[in-house]
């Protein structure tokens, strides 16, 4: 983790899950963390943490569907620091349902953060790092932007585009002295299901049908995301049957058609328990 020493790293979505971990063991390795998240409380739980265990963090408070908010942080970051070395865009929401119970305005929040939030904490670092020749960007998708996700498909849209940005630009930042990758995690144990993050089920009966104990945790999946920064890859897709569900998905097209059809079918006994249209 030495690759992190004395590295200047802003990480959006920090204030919990996944975001948290990075945060915390980035400061562990040595680096300076700009913990930014919408909840400012959140962002700042992060920074007491590290600052407590001795390491160098300070919270922001960020909408990442701000274009000039996000703008202004990475401009702030350089001006106080001189560069910019990592940019995690990994906050993240999600609207699970079936498309019949989605709003528009569901879409809209899912694709202005997921989506356009990665978008422009991209554009504001990247230009930063080409014009000081170096700087890895990492963008957080999902499996859901490798393997189609039913019952996400705003979530699995804003992802699979977050897959395509943080690919072709990888391409265009290589002899300009910028890498960039993407992550594609599974169900990881984090807070990101929530009431406000179903549409059409309740989340009790969601998570009755999952086994937590089964699924790694924040950390785990941190300690995974920055190994595979450090190593400069493309992909980094955690844990290992992730990796194996997208080689399925790409080389046994029925097999995965069949699996996503068993998982709408599970999910509409749950909304027809919730009481909605079968």
């Excluded at 080409?130 to 705003?154: M, R």
């Excluded at 630009?169 to 890498?179: I, Q, T």
């Excluded at 995690?185 to 969601?206: T, W």
Aim: overall charge positive; aromatic content about 6%; hydrophobic content about 45%.
């Amino acid at each position: 983790m030495k690759y992190f020493t004395h590295k200047i790293a802003i990480v959006t979505g920090g204030g919990s899950g996944i975001g948290r971990a990075l945060c915390e063991q980035l400061a562990q390795a040595g680096a300076t963390v700009i913990v930014a998240e919408i909840n400012g409380q959140a962002a700042q739980e992060t920074t007491d943490l590290i600052c407590r265990a001795g390491g160098a963090a300070r919270a922001v408070r960020l909408d990442v569907s701000d274009a000039r908010a996000v703008k202004m942080l990475v401009d702030h970051t350089v001006a106080e620091f001189g560069r910019l070395d990592f940019m995690f865009n990994n906050a993240g929401i999600t609207k699970l349902g079936e498309v019949r119970d989605q709003s528009l305005e569901n879409w809209r929040l899912v694709i202005d953060v997921n989506l356009m939030g990665v978008i422009y904490g991209t554009d504001a670092a990247y230009k930063q790092m080409v014009k000081q020749g170096h700087g890895h960007i990492v963008n957080t998708a999902s499996l859901a932007g490798l393997v189609p996700q039913p019952t996400s498909v705003p979530y699995t849209a804003s992802k699979h585009a977050v897959v395509g940005l943080s690919n072709a630009l990888r391409a265009e930042g290589a002899d300009l002295g910028v890498r960039v990758s993407v992550v594609c995690p599974a169900f990881i144990r984090a807070n990101m299901i929530h009431e406000g993050s179903v549409v059409g089920v309740k989340v009790a009966d969601l998570h009755a049908r999952r086994n937590l104990t089964l699924m790694p945790t924040a950390d785990q999946a941190a300690r995974a995301i920055l190994n595979g920064v450090a190593r400069n890859q493309e992909f980094i897709i955690y844990p290992f049957y992730a990796r194996l569900l997208w080689w399925l998905t790409r080389l046994v097209s029925a097999t995965p058609l069949f699996m996503r059809k068993k998982i709408v079918r599970d999910f509409r006994k749950l909304r027809e328990k919730a009481g909605g249209a079968g």
